[in-house]
């Protein structure tokens, strides 16, 4: 794999967060894939809660956008579908 080393060191504050990139998969098949888990009290601060939707957009190698798309709501038919309100992705 292509080593990826910042052009600067980064400064760390109360708003950013590193993540290791966890393998997810079966090592004896050969199926690892790269997984991120998100959690902790600093989402929530950073307004994101329990049942909410997000889009998550792949901009450029080594850069991925998170954004808050609204709490899931549920149709007459019991499925579940994201609200409306934000206007068309």
Do not use: N
Request: hydrophobic share 35%; proline share 9%.
């Amino acid at each position: 794999m292509e080593s990826r080393k910042p052009a600067k060191p980064l400064e760390l504050h109360d708003s950013i967060r590193t993540l290791k990139i966890e393998a997810d998969g079966d090592t004896w098949k050969g199926s690892i894939k790269p997984k991120i888990r998100l959690m902790g009290c600093w989402l929530e601060r950073a307004g994101f809660k329990p049942s909410d939707r997000v889009i998550i957009s792949y901009v450029a190698p080594g850069v991925l956008e998170l954004r808050y798309l609204g709490p899931v709501l549920v149709d007459g038919k019991g499925e579940s579908t994201p609200d409306r309100t934000m206007g068309p992705l």
